[in-house]
């Protein structure tokens, strides 16, 4: 009798983030910093939005696309936010949450054999949609000195024939990497002359620290090439309400959305009026967390220096990638040790990929009192380790 699963979905890893944190749920007194979620609650004004779209008999489908008045709010925003232009009605497509939106990306545009290029380390979900589109994904290496940015001649050295597309996020989810406009225009040229398509995961653009946000976007000899991937879950606190959006050329966006009216039909009415609260008034309280994040992040990067754990300053996210090989540990065996004996849950660096060995992922999206903590113990850990 044949297996009933579809082996490209039985080899699929589960998501090495998620190991540690349920192994952290079964244990007493343990400080986890490894879920990317705000801790801050979804700000009540936003809330009251969706509330009152329910108390007013907005409860039904909406446009497949999404609310008109949202995918204008969403253009509007980037217009103004980032110097991107794109039409509300034929080039926007609202999701549930980003994660549908690189799903879509991925099956509107791979068929069976195309490689897709994507960063090491990158986000956890990237190769598993390009496999199951039918792709292969192709890893390139992003080194530390670096600073885990997308250089020109690794790019250029990784397209064939067969590559079909590129995924890159910025600002970057493990490392805190971001590229700024002088960096992209070394590597416009490439993405021009090559024709491939670039998946822009922007969803941590609002949390950019000590740059202005940049994107591929913005170079009008390639725009037609982009596809900008954004949400609201971690600017603005909505991680609950499973609301995305993605950006691009009328026909990928057409095609797209065909995808998305068999699987999905549309996205959540209420979380839908909840965004355009957020994108109309909700800037001052994405700024009032920005503060609090590059505090927590200030701190965090300082005491893992100090206690010898060489760790890049990330320019943006919520998330340090700091170097832990000079432990003589994996990252597996660091993170099981620090969580066995310390009770302080991380990911280890290669559930973003093979060249996340030799690094841990540190979230900062806790209070302070909590990344003290975890720093005191961290610290008593690394000083164990040498005795």
């Given amino acids: 009798m044949r297996k009933p699963i579809n082996p490209v979905v039985e080899k699929l890893k589960p998501s090495g983030i998620r190991k540690f944190f349920d192994l952290a749920n079964t244990m007493q007194g343990v400080i986890s910093l490894g879920v990317g979620e705000p801790d801050f609650d979804t700000p009540w004004h936003i809330c009251e939005n969706a ?38 009605e034929k080039e926007t497509l609202v999701t549930v949450g ?14 069976p054999g195309d490689e897709v290029i994507v960063l090491d380390p990158n986000y956890v979900a990237y190769a598993p949609t390009i496999e199951l589109a039918g792709g292969i994904p192709v890893p390139i ?26 995924i890159i996020n910025y600002p970057s989810n493990p490392t805190g990497g971001v590229m700024t406009k002088e960096d992209y225009e070394k590597i416009v040229p490439i993405i021009k002359e090559s024709g491939i398509y670039v998946i ?21 000899e390639v725009k037609d090439q982009i596809l900008v991937i954004n949400g609201f879950s971690k600017a603005f606190a909505m991680t609950g309400w499973r609301l995305g959006y993605v950006l691009s050329n ?19 009415t209420q979380a ?11 800037l001052e309280d994405v700024l009032t967390m920005k503060k609090d994040y590059m ?5 965090l990067v300082n005491r893992l220096n100090r206690m010898g754990l060489k760790t890049n300053m990330p320019h943006g996210t ?17 993170c099981e040790k620090l969580l066995d004996e310390e009770k302080v849950a991380c990911v280890p660096g290669n559930a973003f990929g093979e060249h996340g060995e030799g690094f841990i992922r540190i979230s900062y999206a806790y209070s302070i009192d909590h990344i003290k903590e975890a720093c005191d113990r961290i610290e008593r850990f690394l000083s164990n380790l040498t005795k």
Wanted: charged letters at 25%.
């Fill in 98 to 111: 980003g994660s549908e939106a690189i799903d879509l990306a991925m099956r509107a545009l791979v068929t």
């Fill in 295 to 299: 505090n927590r992040r200030n701190l």
């Fill in 200 to 220: 822009s995961d922007e969803i941590y653009a609002e949390l950019s620290f000590d740059q202005d946000f940049a994107s591929l976007a913005q170079f009008d």
């Fill in 250 to 268: 009328a026909e990928i966006s057409s095609a797209m959305t065909k995808i998305h009216q068999y699987v999905i039909m549309s996205a959540p």
């Fill in 318 to 334: 919520f998330y340090v990638f700091p170097n832990i090989q000079k432990t003589g540990l994996t990252s597996d065996e660091f």
């Fill in 51 to 88: 509330i009152h779209s329910m108390s007013t008999g907005k409860t039904h489908y909406t446009a497949n696309r999404g609310l008109l008045e949202l995918r204008q709010a969403i253009c509007e925003f980037h217009k103004v936010r980032y110097h991107q232009n794109y039409d509300p």
């Fill in 141 to 166: 290496e992003l080194k530390e000195e670096h600073e885990f940015k997308l250089m020109p001649d690794v790019l250029q050295h990784a397209i064939t024939d067969k590559t079909k597309a590129m």
């Fill in 272 to 282: 839908q009026y909840a965004a355009i609260e957020a994108l109309r008034h909700g």
